[in-house]
Every structure is written in structure tokens, then in C-alpha cells.
């Protein structure tokens, strides 16, 4: 589904919805090949984009409302994030805002283009504060039929590499990050890895097909992983970080 997002004194932006069932196996780093070569197997690779580097910000509240709905399972769940490709960042792929809901074992991601503007920091991100946002905020609230909180702001950066594979008829999509790392958007630029990242992502629009209900016998259990309370955690410290 496409829906056109209008901003005064910009150009229409186009917003990408893709409902499926999410399901997220997280695994040891040393298993990254193993698991590459099961996949090769079993499903071509992207042929748009197979292998790349993905760079997130994630926003949350001063109350880290999305951190918690993470850290607490929640099965209805909101993110908001921008997210860059490439290292370095490719200009040409350009720079996304994105919205993420989850609501028990289906999400769906919607993604506009976001005009980046203003100095980048240290890691060579731009990254547009709160007031830069709010116009856009108010308007994805409207699009995605659910309030957006005006009090986010730049949070906590992800950054992986990732193996992408999809079926021939595009029902079955996989993801297989590594070398997950993460920084804080206004604080020293260093990204500090984070051990227990790494993770399988496989999205279908339905149920799996036989060849990829093996997962079980590779040792792999299906959790509600989350890179962004991994990366709250590690950057900030504690089960529950404090309030800012």
C-alpha cells in the first residue's frame, strides 16, 4: 500500500506500508556463517540490494516510552526512526524516516523520504532534533491513525551489516545482521559493540515455507529481539536506564 504524505513547501513524499509476520531468531556472531550458508540453500539472494551496511536513529521520549514497550514485551509497540545505507553513507539511497508497528506477531513499516539539512556530528550524521521534526510529526500521527509524542528526540544509533534474501515471488523475506554497534547521537563518537546483536530476521506474509521450518534443529529460538533496547541498555547502562 502507498499513501502520499503532502508538507507545505515540499515536494509529495511517498510512504510505504508492508504488513507481514515478523519473526526475529537472535544467534551467536560465530554462527554468522553457517547460517549464511543455510540461507544461500534455501532462498536467493536481494537482487536489489543482498548485502550492506544499515544505520539507524531511533527516537524515544525523555521517559524512553519505546525502550520500555521493548524491554517489557509489549505486543503492541510504535517506533520512529531515520535510517541511512552504506558506510560511508551513500547520498544516492538517501535518508528515511521511518515508522514501525508492531501489534502482536505482524508489522508493518511506513517510509518517507526525509529532506536532510544542518550541520552532520561527529560520526557524519545529520540528525534533525525535535523542532525540526515537529511538523512532520504531526502529520505522520495523521497518516498512521495514532498519535506520534512531540516529546522524542534522538536517542540511541544502531548500526549493523546485513545479508538480504527474498523468494522468487516475494513472500519470504530474510535478514541476517552482524556486527551490531551503538552510539549515542550527541555523545562521543564511538560506536561500541554490542555482543548480543546479532539476529535473523524473517518476514512472511503467511506461513513459512517447509524449507525454512528447520530452525529448531539449528538451535535457534524466536524472540522478541530488539537491536534499539540492546542498544539503550549498552549505551546508558542498567536493566532500566534512568529517565533524562
Not at 534533525?128 to 509524542?149: F, H, M, N, Y
Not at 539449528?218 to 541498555?233: D, M, N, P, Q
Amino acid at each position: 500500500m502507498a499513501l502520499t504524505l503532502r508538507r507545505p513547501g515540499s515536494r509529495n513524499q511517498i510512504a510505504e506500508a508492508d504488513s507481514r509476520e515478523e519473526r526475529k531468531y537472535p544467534f551467536p556472531a560465530a554462527r554468522a556463517s553457517l547460517l549464511t550458508a543455510w540461507l544461500d540453500a534455501r532462498l536467493p539472494r536481494d537482487p536489489q540490494y543482498p548485502v550492506g551496511i544499515v544505520t539507524s536513529c531511533y527516537y524515544d521520549t525523555p521517559q524512553l516510552d519505546a525502550y520500555q514497550e521493548s524491554a517489557d514485551g509489549e505486543l503492541r509497540k510504535q517506533k520512529l526512526r531515520l535510517r541511512w545505507y552504506g558506510e560511508p553513507i551513500d547520498p544516492y539511497a538517501g535518508v528515511w524516516l521511518e515508522i514501525k508497528t508492531r501489534d502482536g506477531v505482524r508489522s508493518s513499516k511506513q517510509r518517507y523520504r526525509y529532506p536532510i539539512s544542518g550541520a552532520a556530528n561527529a560520526l557524519g550524521l545529520a540528525i534533525p532534533r525535535r523542532r525540526e521534526l515537529a511538523a512532520w510529526l504531526t502529520e505522520l500521527s495523521a497518516s498512521v491513525g495514532a498519535p506520534l509524542d512531540p516529546t522524542m528526540e534522538p536517542t540511541a544509533l544502531v548500526r549493523y551489516g546485513r545479508i538480504r534474501w527474498q523468494s522468487s515471488d516475494r513472500q519470504v523475506r530474510a535478514a541476517l545482521d552482524t556486527e551490531v554497534c551503538a552510539a549515542a547521537p550527541s555523545g562521543a563518537p564511538i560506536w561500541l559493540p554490542i555482543p548480543d546483536g546479532s539476529v535473523l530476521e524473517l518476514k512472511s506474509a503467511g506461513d513459512l515455507p517447509p524449507q525454512m521450518e528447520q530452525l529448531g534443529r539449528l538451535g535457534l529460538r524466536r524472540t522478541a529481539h530488539s537491536k534499539y533496547a540492546l542498544a539503550v541498555e549498552r549505551l546508558y547502562g542498567g536493566d532500566r536506564p534512568p529517565t533524562r
